[in-house]
Structures are given as C-alpha cells and as structure tokens.
C-alpha cells in the first residue's frame, strides 16, 4: 500500500465503486500523421484546382484587356445590359477576373477568390443559358477577339470550373485557411 501524507492508499481508491473512472489519454498524433494515409491527397488535389481555375481566368482574361471594344460588343449581344453598362463591364471585369484568380492560387486568400470566380462562374453560366433560350447565335466572349460560340460547351466548362473552385477550397486543410 502506498500512501502519500495522510491520503488514501491507492488500493483503496481504485478499488472505491464510488470513485469515477480516469478515462484513458488519446494516442498524442503529431501533424504529419493527419496527411497520411486517405487524407495525403486532399491538399495535392486542392492545389490543383485551384491552379486549373486560376489559370484559365489568367489566360482568358488577356484577350478581354487587350481588346475591351470587342468585349463590350460580346457582352452587349448577350441583349442584357445597355451599351454604357456593357462597355463598363467590359473594362472591370477582366480586372475582377484577373484579381480573383490571384486570390485563389494562395491558400489564404483562396476562399475570398473562390467567392468571386464561383458568382462570376453562376453568372457566365445564366448569361449563356438566358442566351439559347432566346435563340440568339453570339460568340461567348469568354477570351476575348476569336471566342467560340456560346452554347452548351461553355455551360459544360464553366460547371466544371465550378466543381474546381469548390473542391479547390474544400479540400484545402483547415488549418491553412485559418493562418
């Protein structure tokens, strides 16, 4: 029996049916151990998005900055806006685009990015579908001089750079986001 200045032995205090039980410590992990295994890929495939997404914004933003009056003439067949709204647009955007997409490629600003390429992604995609259903035959506008025809192929990309924006954010590991 061991006792240590006037308590109880220890014998009877584990053996006391009154006394709760000491639940036992978890096993100590450190941080790498949380990237092993099922969740290795998530941060990888995160990233990647992130660089997918951002990089077709970069790359599709040049044509819009190099040649606004087209963009403005895009944007105005979409028959949504007027042409003093259109041709704002078509100057503010390409910016939008281009600091959004920065924003997404480092972690700590990457959720803020991806609000801004998600709204602009749901708008590109209702400006396109608006578009077929009034039957009008207009280019995207989606790089600038040369864009390919609005239609279902650009619904089916912008959806995809949707689902990349998402995971590109959902993916990423807590503890990034919140530095």
């Known amino acids: ?37 099922n969740a290795a890929w998530k941060p990888l495939v995160a990233h990647l998005c992130a660089l997918v997404v951002a990089g077709f914004f970069l790359y599709y933003s040049y ?7 087209q963009f403005a003439i895009d944007i105005g067949n979409y028959q949504l806006l007027s042409k003093y709204a259109a041709a704002c ?3 503010v955007l390409p910016w939008w685009e281009i600091g ?24 590109f995609i209702a400006a ?7 039957g009008l035959d207009i280019t995207c506008g989606c790089g600038g001089t040369g864009s390919g025809k609005a239609g279902w192929n650009v619904i089916y990309r912008n959806s995809g750079l949707l ?5 590109s954010v959902y993916l990423m590991p807590r503890r990034m ?3």
């Open 1 to 37: 029996m061991y006792k240590c200045d006037g308590a109880k032995p220890l014998d009877s205090i584990m053996n006391d049916p009154n006394q709760t039980p000491i639940a036992p410590m978890p096993p100590v992990s450190d941080s790498s151990a949380a990237l092993t295994g």
């Open 63 to 69: 044509g819009k900055v190099k040649d606004p009056r």
């Open 89 to 91: 647009f078509a100057i």
């Open 100 to 123: 959004a997409a920065l924003a997404l490629l480092l972690p700590r600003t990457r959720p803020a990015g991806a609000i801004l390429i998600g709204g602009m992604l749901i708008m």
């Open 128 to 134: 396109v579908s608006l578009a077929m259903s009034k």
């Open 163 to 167: 689902v990349g924006t998402f995971l």
């Open 177 to 179: 986001a919140a530095r």
